[in-house]
Structure formats: C-alpha cells, structure tokens
C-alpha cells in the first residue's frame, strides 16, 4: 500500500519544489519505488526533472478524464523515480470542477489505482490552500510543511493549519502532519536560528533534525532539469536530502 504525502505551504519562496523534487529523488536513490505528482500550474516540479511541460498526458487531462493515469505516468532519469506532469492548463480546474459533485476527491480516485505499484506517492501543491491543494490533501495520509529562515517564517500558517484540521474533521480523518522541514538556511545569518527556535517551540519533535541550507548548487540544478543528486552527488546539498530522506525513512519503521 503507498503511502501518499503532500508537501505544502501556501506561503511562495520557501523551498516547496526544491524539497519535492530532491525529497523523492533521494528516496528513489535509495531503492524505494517512488511517484511524484506535480499539482502545481506552474509545472516546476515537472520542468526540475528534465519532462516536458507539454505533455498531452498531465495531471490536468488526468483529472478531467481524458487521460488514464497509467498513461499519464512518465519515467524520470533516475531509477525507482516516476512522475506525473504538470502543466499550465491546470489553472482552469479550479472554475471547471467548481459544480462537480465530489471534486474533492479526484486525485484520491485517481491514485487509488497506483496504490500497490509504488512505495510512497508524493504530491507538490501549489502555493495556494485552493481545489488544487485541497485534493492534495484530501488524498493524503500526511504532509511535510516546509519552512525557510526567514522573519515572517510563520506567517500565514495558521490559515495552512486551519485547513489541514478542516480536511481532518470531514474529509479526510487520518491526515496528520507529517513533519516540518526548515530550509533555506544560512549559518552566517543569527536570525536563522532564531526563526528555527521558534519553529521547533511551535511544531516541537514534528521538526526533522535535518536543516537544508541555502546553496548554489542547488539553485542551479532546476535549470539543468536535474535533481542535486545527479546534478552535483558530491554537494552538501545532495548529502542533506539524502540525510531527510533517512531520517524520514526511520520514522516509518
């Protein structure tokens, strides 16, 4: 059985694709069979990984029932790692589906059918708590929330919070938060540590003892459409998505 988790922050700029997309590389490193599904419009996610935002076969198709998801699945450049693409047409579902009855539950009848195929689903959300997270949400058994050092490193996670007891209190009763990532680190900077004080008073043991730096490195490998760990193995940021991707490996012994 997979277990689905959405990685979601609705606050812009703080490492949400990057974590995806280095997150389910590692896990894929590490030989678990591993799905990522890009549910973000602007497609990052997708482009990150080296496909082709203009697919015919994406997530958008698969919703509205013109694609099967088997069809839509596209093999990525590392093994054990497939993908979902998004694209720019994914913008509209929102106002498509607004009347359809059950909308909330179109990713989860959708994955249904991957649930013995692979180890862990992970689903990128897009920088909203709109439909598109929603189901993302909706189809998951927990959520990994990242969170960058900066000042206003908390602001607006209350409305995420809110919405993740919402799903829990109708939807879907088994959601749970999965853990909380601090990103975009820089040890240079005394206010970094502050914001992960704060963070680790808020969220307590949910916070993975993992802290992913701010690097060039990984910057840059989006633009290469490769993850960090074929990008630059050697980086640091390769070694801690590998060390999240174990720590969150223990957790589900």
């Given amino acids: 059985m997979s277990k689905i988790i959405s990685i979601a922050n609705q606050k812009g700029g703080v490492g949400k694709t990057t974590t995806a997309i280095n997150f389910v590389a590692s896990l894929a490193f590490l030989g678990h069979e591993t799905l990522i599904v890009d549910m973000d419009p ?28 088997e069809d839509t699945i596209k093999k990525t450049s590392i093994d054990w790692l497939d993908a979902i693409p998004s694209n720019i047409d994914l913008i509209a579902a929102e106002v498509e589906f607004a009347d359809k009855p059950g909308r909330e539950n179109l990713l989860t009848n959708c994955l249904t059918k991957l649930k013995n195929i692979y180890k862990y689903i992970v689903i990128d959300c897009p920088p909203t708590l709109g439909f598109l997270t929603i ?48 990103t975009m680190y820089d040890s240079r900077l005394n206010l970094a540590n502050l914001v992960i004080d704060e963070v680790r008073k808020y969220f307590k043991e949910k916070v993975y003892d993992t802290i992913i730096p701010r690097t060039v490195r990984l910057a840059e490998a989006p633009s290469y459409g490769k993850p960090i760990i074929t990008y630059d193995k050697s980086s640091r940021g390769s070694e801690v998505y590998i060390e999240l991707a174990n720590e969150f490996l223990k957790k589900q012994i």
């Fill in 42 to 69: 602007q497609s990052n996610t997708t482009s990150g990984l080296g496909l082709d935002k203009n697919s015919s076969e994406n997530i958008y198709r698969m919703l509205i029932g013109e694609t099967q998801v």
């Fill in 135 to 182: 189901n993302s949400l909706v189809a998951s058994k927990s959520v990994i929330i990242p969170i960058q050092c900066e000042y206003y490193a908390l602001e607006g996670l209350g409305q995420l919070l809110k919405t993740i007891e919402l799903i829990k209190g109708g939807l879907n009763p088994k959601l749970a938060i999965e853990g909380v990532l601090i």
